[in-house]
């Protein structure tokens, strides 16, 4: 994994520990240090670097979110060889919708 393109992954709580076997790309929130007892100084530390991940990390969760809004990407069924083919395609279409979103209507 650390032959790759050169690419920051913002990954949740769940990844942690793959940062260091992907040499660092992975990103994941900050590991609680102190169970019990945590200095002042560092809740506050602790709070700013979650929050700062975290507001990083929603543009990936509602970008995850939005494509599966779409019925073929929340129950794919289909071969596991096309599941590329159909993400390129919604992502196509949901760019489309965005683009088109965005142009002022016509006035007729």
Do not use: C
């Amino acid at each position: 994994m650390a032959d790759g393109p050169a690419v920051e992954i913002l990954a949740d709580a769940g990844y942690q520990g793959l940062g260091a076997q992907a040499g660092g790309r992975v990103v994941t929130p900050p590991h609680r240090k102190f169970k019990r007892q945590a200095p002042d100084w560092y809740e506050e530390m602790y709070e700013r670097q979650r929050k700062a991940h975290s507001s990083r990390r929603i543009r990936v969760e509602h970008g995850i979110a939005h494509l599966k809004n779409w019925r073929a990407l929340a129950r794919h069924l289909g071969r596991r060889e096309h599941m590329s083919d159909t993400t390129q395609a919604v992502a196509a279409l949901l760019s489309h919708q965005q683009t088109a979103d965005l142009t002022p209507a016509r006035p007729m």
